[in-house]
T-cell receptor, first 110, second 114 residues
Framework: AAGVIQSPRHLIKEKRETATLKCYPI?????VYWYQQGPGQDPQFLIS???????DKGSIPDRFSAQQFSDYHSELNMSSLELGDSALYFC?????????FGPGTRLTVL | AQSVTQPDIHITVSEGASLELRCNYS??????LFWYVQSPGQGLQLLLK??????LVQGIKGFEAEFKRSQSSFNLRKPSVHWSDAAEYFC????????????FGKGTSLLVTP
């Protein structure tokens, strides 16, 4: 069965660089959620989109932005990266009460 | 303030023994409740969820959870643990109008001994 696809799976960046993470939801899923999970931490909700519009906002830093495109894929753009941004970034897609998390992108900031 | 508490950071059980992982929440209204499991370096897998109705919820892999409104709890149980159940377990809570914008607990790490 199709799953949520996230790319890249691993990413290494230097401080102050930018990064773009991509999420491809399950076909026909109309909602995307982004989460950040620091080392040994619980996932923190960042932001979500429904039908290409921002639907909810969590603890997303101002340095981050995100959008959902017409094909429902979403991108999380991160600028001025800091060491503390090193984390696993999950995307989840949902349709009504069905949700599936992606495998995550592991971002390491050096 | 809204919060999710998993009182046990680590739990060790013997293979074949029963398991109960605790989760308490503090929300103004009855929220949506979830349990997720995460193996090291892996994604989050939904075990079960509660929206409304029957307070005893059956999930995958033989897990169940019971919603107790009076105790603001949603404890996860399994009658007989297998070594493959060793993982991190997260309780998560959401508001009915926020879909899957969830507030996760800090997690409980389960170790299964032979």
């Amino acid at each position: 069965a199709a799953g949520v696809i996230q790319s890249p799976r691993h990413l290494i960046k230097e401080k102050r660089e930018t990064a773009t993470l991509k999420c491809y939801p399950i076909p026909r899923h109309d909602t995307v959620y982004w989460y950040q999970q620091g080392p040994g931490q619980d996932p923190q909700f960042l932001i979500s989109f429904y039908e290409k519009m921002q639907s909810d906002k969590g603890s997303i830093p101002d340095r981050f932005s995100a959008q959902q495109f017409s094909d429902y894929h979403s991108e999380l753009n991160m600028s001025s990266l800091e060491l503390g941004d090193s984390a696993l970034y999950f995307c989840a897609s949902s349709l009504r009460d069905s949700v599936l998390f992606g495998p995550g992108t592991r971002l390491t900031v050096l | 303030a809204q919060s999710v508490t998993q009182p046990d950071i680590h739990i060790t059980v013997s293979e074949g023994a029963s398991l109960e992982l605790r989760c308490n929440y503090s929300y103004g209204a009855t929220p949506y409740l979830f349990w997720y499991v995460q193996s090291p370096g892996q994604g989050l897998q939904l075990l079960l969820k509660y929206f409304s109705g029957d307070t005893l919820v059956q999930g995958i892999k033989g897990f169940e959870a019971e919603f107790k409104r009076s105790q603001s709890s949603f404890n996860l149980r399994k009658p007989s643990v297998h070594w493959s159940d060793a993982a991190e377990y997260f309780c998560a809570v959401g508001l009915p109008n926020s879909g899957y914008a969830l507030n996760f607990g800090k997690g409980t790490s389960l170790l299964v001994t032979p």
